[in-house]
């Protein structure tokens, strides 16, 4: 079965500043990979997802995460943070042939002014 | 565009005791999701249905925890009984189909087992 590492669980940064949040996973069939957020006193929600095509994905909000294949990696970046980016963000990947979602212990971004 | 509903949003029970939890999906998603998160820890997935047939209950505690979902729209997860590592969020989402699809998060239900 698949599964998710996502190697901080906290990252704390400046406002402004460049973030990489880390994501590795390990499968040995195709995958799909997927960012979730979730905002403080909020449900999770889709933030962005690779399904195959361009290994580079965008969200509507800055954010960015390359699927590399080579080194099993879905690494999520922005490159300036807002105060309002503070949030809790997991990584998920799902098999191409079963139905079975795994996340990531998840990795807690606060941004600082 | 209603989003998927939990009730009750908070639950405190006593060890050895049951409860039970509620879903209403997204009108027209057929595909539902429960899933357990322990404080630190991500979503697990406890079980997943398709319609009203299950597709993955792998990581459901049988023994202890049932879940249906009549007429393949709402679906309720029971524990019974309730141990203290039962206290967790149990989150409820919903996706038009498997796979790549997104899945809508419930706000959650929070278990405290004491």
């Known amino acids: 079965a698949q599964s998710v590492t996502q190697l901080d669980s906290q990252v704390p940064v400046f406002e402004e500043a460049p973030v990489e949040l880390r994501c590795n996973y390990s499968s040995s069939v195709s995958v799909y990979l997927f960012w979730y957020v979730q905002y403080p006193n909020q449900g999770l929600q889709l933030l962005l997802k690779?399904?195959?095509?361009?290994?580079l994905v965008e969200s509507i909000n800055g954010f960015e995460a390359e699927f590399n294949k080579s080194q099993t990696s879905f690494h999520l970046r922005k490159p300036s943070v807002h105060i309002s980016d503070t949030a809790e963000y997991f990584c998920a990947v799902s098999e191409y042939n079963n139905n079975d979602m795994r996340f990531g212990a998840g990795t807690r971004l606060t941004v600082k002014p | 565009e209603a989003g998927v509903a939990q009730s009750p949003r908070y639950k405190i029970i006593e060890k050895r005791q049951s409860v039970a939890f509620w879903c209403n999906p997204i009108?027209?998603?057929?595909?539902l999701y429960w899933y357990q998160q322990i404080l630190g820890q991500g979503p697990k997935l406890l079980i997943q249905?398709?319609?009203?047939?299950?597709?993955?209950d792998s990581q459901l505690p049988k023994d202890r925890f049932s879940a249906e979902r009549l007429k393949g729209v709402d679906s309720t997860l029971k524990i019974q009984p309730a141990k203290l590592e039962d206290s967790a969020v149990y989150l409820c989402?919903?996706?038009?189909?498997?796979?790549?699809?997104?899945?809508?998060f419930g706000p959650g239900t929070r278990l405290t087992v004491t």
């Open positions: 009108s027209g998603h057929a595909t």
């Open positions: 989402a919903s996706s038009l189909g498997p796979g790549p699809y997104e899945q809508y």
């Open positions: 690779y399904l195959s095509g361009s290994t």
């Open positions: 249905f398709q319609n009203n047939g299950v597709v993955d």
